[in-house]
């Protein structure tokens, strides 16, 4: 295996500007969708098929009555225990050699037992192509030694991209900065390994509670985790056969999905 | 880890997709082929061509990949040094500019009465273009006015675009003004117009003084734009300095995304900026927090004034001279006290009751933190946290930098307004100081170069005036009045010849006066601006308009005004990558809004849609706001039809010669001579012309050949000037725009191409990214980071400083002085430097130094007053509103709103997500990005409406009304003025009838703005509106 990968979204940089939305959009190109109304600049209430990094933003207000803004983008948590790998029973969705999570589109048989499984509601259903997507990591451009296309475009560094254990280490120090300057409220979400899910390889530092982004506070997967999830996935990809694949996709017309 | 800057990462054992494998391989299963075509990177092998975003001005230099000549992807250039790579959203969408099934491809035409478009050749359209032009301006031309040889014409109007290249701004200008053109304008009028005039005045230009990236030197950071909203990427250099420790205190009426970051938000009422700077500035004085050094040696605070000149706080609110019946000053008082030999009276000691220090301390005196309070309504706790914090940030070891935009600019005191924060900033001693400055953040990619160029009523490329008729009769009477008797200004007479030699050649020669007489004279200098256009069009001045890639019909102040202005043209061009709601404007409910129709049949203006080409297909430079030119290349042909506004230019202009070829008439000269020679290739249809040779011919090249005194040829024929020193007054040189002059120095070096890595060790600004103007300088007035000896005011703030070994200024930026001028040289009395001595820092103002008295057309130093619409009298004095600013007399298409009915403060503003609206509305990712049109409101005026989050709102002003979504949020508050609750709402307004999907489309926020202009530049009032807010679609 290859040094894991993994993404850092510091959200004490981020600025909501939503250029990981459409730079991941335009990289992978998605389909631009219909907008929700949600109440405020988000555009819509959770991950899509086609939204891959997703900026949230809360309003609240501090304990002076200021108003506070929070800014996150948000994305696929490439989990170390990842339910929807588990609960894969084509071995669609296996884990690359970096330590992230992608779903192989030809495998795929549309069967949605990922989208249940994801305690991040990460993974969605495209009823356009029939199967399940998600974020990439930027499999193509990583896989050459290149940034996702998030990190790379972010204004300001608020994500970063890099090998997991520089980016745990910088984290690590980047939330003492922050404690030492007062800001006692921030934490990081996702970068121990040995906390839920065996870490997350896209982590987080956030400004409030997790639920307060609409994280949970301590994910747990559905499905009780037996065997180490690669394994499971193989195994599973064999026992379903390649019949079963394409029983379970729904093919809809005239939404080409974006895969093209 | 080590990420180079090109960001590939080297990932060991797993550098390519196959050896990415392994790992899975090792399982049992091999995948391979899956996993090849899931991870082959699409631009591998693609052709990367160096491009710029077009939208807005942070300049983020982008790397465009093609593969078998089509666009696959548009990403930021990591080698960048002030974007490092990134994009904001609209940057990362630039894809959709080029890959659109939107895009207009074939030219289209309507039919006067029609109510429908048809495809027309491109040859077909342009003929009958170049004949509708020559009719209307062989109709309306004035060759003589007053026995005055006028040369103008009237009947035309030109409207270009800050969105648009500099060599296509230059050719607008030069064609524009050679028929004859005097309504001609771009996008920066109705944006960013306010600047020129405020940093001109008070430090000598009119542009940004700073670099983005030196923002990571300040201590405190005082953006009063919505900066991280509306400049993203350049926001880093924010973030970064908050990293190092700097202080950032947000001023906006709304809470932002920008305020998210800050660490204190100052809200403030729309409209009230001057007296919170004033307050600012009063604090500074009465509390000691100036830069007193600084202010001694680099401003006219020592400077005394005319003893009968007095400010409104003795005057009750008007300064001296004020003739109402004229709504004008008489300046006469406004000036300098001479001594015997004509020089300016000082006290060094500021102790002088008529010395410019003391008449500023006088004049902020009633600006007091209770003022604010009362005024702004930044209650005065908040207000002293802030002050103090801000004025912190001055002296040897500290400087602080303030950022603005549209908040001040678009006011009917813009000018006044900016001018109070450039003046707070040398009170500060904060101007050419590394993480000082004043960061005038533009909107549009090119609003400082499209200035540059001269695509405004009021001047020609490079900033010399458009002569006026009565003022300006003759060549000398326009050198005479428009020439500065002392600083880098004198040098005018050599940058003017050498334009006029650029435009007409050969035909422009010492005995005609340099063919000044080509070049039209404005019959008033209260005529011409983009709000003139428009009233000009509704009353049938003006008959043939041509606007390219501008959206009046939607961006314009008043636009409905605007859109029945249109319905009375003869004829209408518009050249666009989409079809804009201006080239639409005949369309049954385009003209007055969705509610109301109007039958084609009755508009009887002939239209004509041409397809535009966007920046990535085309070649030519644009320069950002801090006066970078970057250069972009043509990555692929535009399709069809389209081409780039600089073939429509070029060939408009071969036309329109081959039209008036034979042509004995005197008036036809200016376009016969016209120097217009591009080299497009004879097969090319689309006749682009080559923008080397247009940057060549702005950057200037020897008429002839140029010899030394020994004989010896410095400059051969043709040769490109190496810089705007080398400008000649006998006509040998030719140079289109002398700010320019440098950026193409050698037969084949174009310096706004470069993208080098920097050279220097420390060289944090890259001198070899571009080419900034003037002279590569990053920094302007940069003489000031160094004390009046010469030192460096300490070493944490140091830039440039005397070498007296080396006897020249040295450090980390070319000097914007004199190079080798000592800095206890006394004033010289010759030269280009005439009049300027070691310690005028400041080359461009004629005494060289920061002006605190700065005279403008209302005032010498900025006094509030209350926008056109209130909620509120003046509480400072019994005027309440800038007596001398134009309101349009249009009747009820400019009726303004009382505060018992229109009790609530609008301001409308722009979001990161969309941009002008012939743009954003048209890319489907960016139109994703809102549900829809949308108004932000209080919970409080929300409780007190009924209305709820999501509902359906009416926003009304005595011009229009438009409906759209409310937005409740506590990041909006009420204002407490006068001991009055006030609420305030604020609406983008990018909104229009067109767009990609429903999300895109909505009604027209600027239908709601007044036609008022600041008495500068005419720059509307479109911040500080009052407004009523009704629950529903009423």
Known sequence: MARTLAMFTDTSLCIGCRACEVACKQWNQLEAETPHWTGSYQTSPHFTDKTWRHVKFIEKKDERNEPKWLLMSDVCKHCNQAGCLEACPTGAIYRTPFGTVDISQDICNGCRYCVSACPFGVVAFNHG?????????????????????????????????????ELAAKAKKRLAELHAKGVKEAILYGEDENGPLGGLNAFFLLLDKPEVYGLPAEPTLPQKPIVKDAGLSAGAAILVGLGAIVAFRERGGGDRGGEE | MAVSRRDFLKVSGATTAGAALGGLAGLGFDLRPVHAAATSLRIKNAKAVPGVCPYCAVGCAQLIYVANNKIIDIEGDPDCPHTEGALCPKGSSTFQLSINETRITKPMYRAPGSDKWEEKPLDWMMDRIAHLAKKTRDKSFVEQENGITVNRCDGLAVMGSSVLDNEENYLIAKLARSMGVVYLENSARICHSTTVPALGTTFGRGAMTTNLIDVINSDVIMPTSNWAECHPVSYKWVMEAKGRGAKIIHVDPRFTRTSATADIWAPIRSGTNIVYFGGLINYAIQRRKYFHDYVVAFTNASFLIDSNFKTPTDLGGLFTGYEPAKRNYDKASWRYQLDADGNVKRDPTLKDPSCVFQLLKRHYSRY????????????????????????????????????????????????????????????????????????????????????????????????????????????????????PKSGYWTTKTAHVISQLKAWYGDAATKENDWAYDYIPKRA??????????????????????????????????????????????????????FVTETAEFWKEKAVHGKDQSVDPKTIQTEVFLLPGAPAAEKDGSITNTMRLLQWHSKAVEPPGDARSDAAFLYDLGLRLKKLYAGSKAKKDRPILDLVWNYLHDPKDRKVEPKMELVLKEVNGYATQDIVDKDGKVVLKKGQPVPGFAALKVDGSTACGNWIYSGVYPEEGKNLAARR?????????????????????????????????S????????????????????VGGDVPDFKADLPPDAPKLKEGPFKGLGGQDAFIMRPDGKGALFGPLADGPFPEH????????????????????????????????????????VLTTYRLTEHHAAGMSRHVPWLSAMFEGHFAEISHELAEERGIKNGD??????????????????????????NGKRVHHIGIPWHWGWLGVMPSAIGDVTNDLVASIGDPTTYIQESKALLCDVKKGEV
């Not at chain 2, 002279?775 to 004390?787: F, G, K, P, T």
């Not at chain 2, 009304?956 to 407490?976: E, Y």
């Open chain 1, 129 to 165: 192509t029939g199967r399940v997507n998600k974020c990439t990591f930027c499999v193509d451009r990583t896989s050459e030694g290149m940034k996702t296309a998030c990190a790379k475009t972010c204004p300001t560094d608020s994500i970063e991209f890099g090998y997991r254990d």
């Open chain 2, 865 to 904: 007053y209350e926008p056109f619409e209130s909620p509120t009298h003046n509480l400072l004095s019994k005027v309440n509103t800038n007596p001398v600013a134009k309101v349009w007399d249009i009747g009820d298409l400019n009726k303004l709103g009382k505060p018992d009915q229109y009790p609530i």
């Open chain 2, 952 to 977: 359906m709102i009416t926003v009304s002003t005595p011009r229009g009304k438009i409906h759209l979504r409310a937005m409740v949020t506590g990041r909006f508050r009420p204002f407490i003025i």
């Open chain 2, 368 to 483: 007091t933190p209770e003022m604010v309070e009362r005024v702004c309504g930044l209650p005065k706790a908040k207000f002293l946290q802030v002050a103090d914090m801000y004025c912190s940030a001055s002296g040897p070891d500290k400087t602080g930098t303030i950022s603005y935009a549209l908040q001040l600019n678009q006011s009917s005191n813009g000018v006044q307004q900016i001018r109070s924060l450039c003046m707070l900033q040398l009170v500060l001693g904060n101007i050419g100081r590394p993480g000082g400055g004043v960061v005038a953040l533009r909107g549009h990619s090119n609003v400082q170069g499209a200035t540059d160029m001269g695509t405004l009523y009021h001047m020609l490329p490079g900033y010399p005036g458009m002569p006026i008729r009565d003022a300006h009769p003759t060549f000398k009477d326009f050198i005479d009045k428009e020439t």
């Open chain 2, 756 to 788: 080098e890595k920097a050279t220097t060790p420390g060289d944090y600004m890259n001198h070899n990214w571009g080419f900034a103007w003037p002279a590569n300088r990053r920094i302007l007035y940069n003489r000031a980071s160094a004390d009046a």
């Open chain 2, 790 to 809: 010469g030192k460096p005011w300490s070493e944490k703030k140091k830039l440039i400083w005397w070498d007296q070994d080396q006897k020249k200024w």
């Open chain 2, 524 to 577: 008033s200098a209260d005529d011409y601006s983009h709000q003139h256009m428009l009233v000009a069009m509704l009353k049938g001045k003006v008959k043939g308009f041509i606007c390219i890639g501008q959206n009046p019909a939607v961006d314009s102040p008043n636009s409905h005004m605007g859109r029945l202005g249109f319905a009375k043209l003869d004829w209408m061009v518009v050249q666009d990558l």
